[in-house]
């Protein structure tokens, strides 16, 4: 069974990088049938893309966002990094990785980390 | 830049039908996921595709897509499907999009 699971600082301060690990088990990231991916959610607020990652070395990311994120894998360690430069108070929020499907008509999560809260702040 | 619109907040009866649509332009090539998530937990997927869903999910939830129109259709709400539904999908770009969500209180 798959199992992601997101780790890193909880605290990050202003203009600093806010840097998360998603590690994954039951399955492999190197798969040409998945693509993955990072959403967050502030609190109280509805989800919101960031980016998604394929095969390692192809990336998507939401052009709000793309000036300041960076996603990248290690298949060697089977997990997949975010990286969100230039933090501020906005960028506080749960963020969660997740497996995808993606096709020509479609794009779907159908499994998700539980999530870990970043907190921007001084 | 693309959108997709939600109602913010729907109710119904225990055992009553809802239906929560999002709206927008990608929809009409590209069709709409659904997810499920309850308070302090990760979303879950209901529907995907034309109108499939993941086994663990119960066939009351069910999917359709019109124009540019997708809807989420719970037939017989149980207290158990309160929660806050997003609709999501992709643009032409590979660029991905959620709705802004939708509350569902089962009265």
């Known amino acids: 069974q798959l199992h992601l699971q997101e780790s890193g600082p909880g605290l990050v301060k202003p203009s600093e990088t806010l840097s998360l690990t998603c590690s994954v088990s039951?399955?492999?990231?190197?798969?040409?049938?998945?693509?993955w991916g990072w959403v967050r959610q502030p609190p109280g607020k509805g989800l919101e893309w960031i980016g998604t990652?394929?095969?390692?070395?192809?990336?998507y990311y939401n052009p709000s966002l793309k000036s300041r994120v960076t996603i990248s894998a290690d298949t060697s360690k089977n997990q997949f990094s975010l990286k969100l430069d230039s933090v501020i108070a906005a960028d506080t929020a749960v963020y969660y990785c997740?497996?995808?499907?993606?096709?020509?008509?479609?794009?779907?999560?159908?499994?998700w980390g539980r999530g870990t809260l970043v907190t921007v702040s001084s | 830049s693309s959108e997709l619109t939600q109602d913010p907040v729907v109710s119904v009866a225990l055992g009553q039908t809802v239906r929560i649509t999002c709206q927008g332009d990608?929809?009409?090539?590209?069709?709409a996921t659904w997810y499920q998530q309850k308070p302090r937990q990760a979303p879950v997927l209901v529907i995907y595709?034309?109108?499939s869903r993941p086994s663990a999910i119960p066939d009351r939830f069910s999917g359709s897509t019109s124009g540019n129109t997708a809807s989420l259709t719970i037939t017989g709400a149980q207290a158990e499907d309160e929660a806050d539904y997003y609709c999501?999908?992709?643009?032409?770009?590979?660029?991905?999009?959620f709705g802004g969500g939708t509350k569902v209180t089962v009265l």
């Open positions: 997740a497996r995808q499907a993606f096709d020509v008509l479609i794009a779907y999560y159908d499994n």
């Open positions: 039951g399955g492999s990231i190197n798969t040409a049938a998945f693509y």
């Open positions: 990652i394929f095969q390692s070395r192809n990336t």
């Open positions: 990608t929809l009409g090539n590209y069709y």
């Open positions: 595709g034309e109108n």
């Open positions: 999501h999908s992709r643009d032409s770009s590979g660029h991905q999009l």
